[in-house]
């Protein structure tokens, strides 16, 4: 089975500051890979994506991503935070066959300090 | 292009009422999705469909039925409501790869 464990419930950065959020994942094969985004009151936001090939993708608004096989995770950056950014961010495990359903983590809640 | 829309966006039901959720998507996916999320939990899966008059179970199916009679909308049933089914519902569709989401639908259960 597969499942998601994002291991900060909260995060807290000044505004100007990087950032990197982190994803666990546990998965037979190669899976597939998202990041989204979630304002209060709000839908899903995809904010990027991994299904093969160059294991660090670019995604929206500055963020990027990189997959890394031996350690079972795919960690959100962005180098400089905006007072925009703060939201909650959820990462998700697909799978090629198994009818496109995605597992999600619990989420990381960002604020964001002037 | 709407993508993925719900209805409606915004409920208060009494314990045992019951009500449906609609979901409609005009992207011609195969594949939609329910899922409901709590505070402080993400996303989880209720029920699901890979295609027109197919339905199966998620990994929280307890208290929901569905039906997926036209290719673009996926129900969501509650056939007895109870506060442990105030959430936030989301639909989502999918060609099997990326899974394009609804804004939402806000259950209260008093």
């Known amino acids: 089975a597969q499942s998601v464990t994002q291991p900060d419930i909260h995060i807290t950065v000044s505004e100007g500051a990087s950032l990197e959020l982190r994803c666990n994942y546990s998965y037979g094969a190669t899976p597939y890979l998202f990041w989204y985004v979630q304002s209060p009151g709000q839908g899903l936001q995809l904010l990027l994506k991994y299904f093969s090939g160059d294991t660090l993708v670019q995604g929206i608004k500055g963020f990027e991503a990189e997959f890394k096989r031996s350690q079972s995770s795919f960690n959100l950056r962005k180098p400089s935070v905006h007072w925009s950014d703060a939201a909650e961010y959820f990462c998700a495990v697909g799978a090629h066959t198994n009818a496109g359903k995605s597992t999600f983590g619990d989420g990381t809640t960002l604020t964001v300090k002037p | ?110």
């Open chain 2, 1 to 110: 292009n709407a993508g993925v829309t719900q209805t409606p966006k915004f409920r208060v039901l009494k314990t045992g009422q019951s009500m449906t959720l609609l979901c409609a998507q005009d992207m011609n996916h195969e594949y939609m999705y329910w899922y409901r999320q709590d505070p402080g939990m993400g996303l989880r899966l209720i029920h699901y469909s890979v295609g027109e008059g197919t339905t199966a179970k998620g990994e929280v199916p307890d208290g929901y039925n569905v039906s997926r009679l036209k290719k673009q909308n996926f129900l969501l049933g509650l056939e007895s409501a109870a506060p442990s089914q105030t959430s936030v519902y989301f639909c989502a569709s999918s060609s099997g790869r990326t899974q394009y989401f609804g804004p939402g639908t806000r259950l209260l259960v008093l």
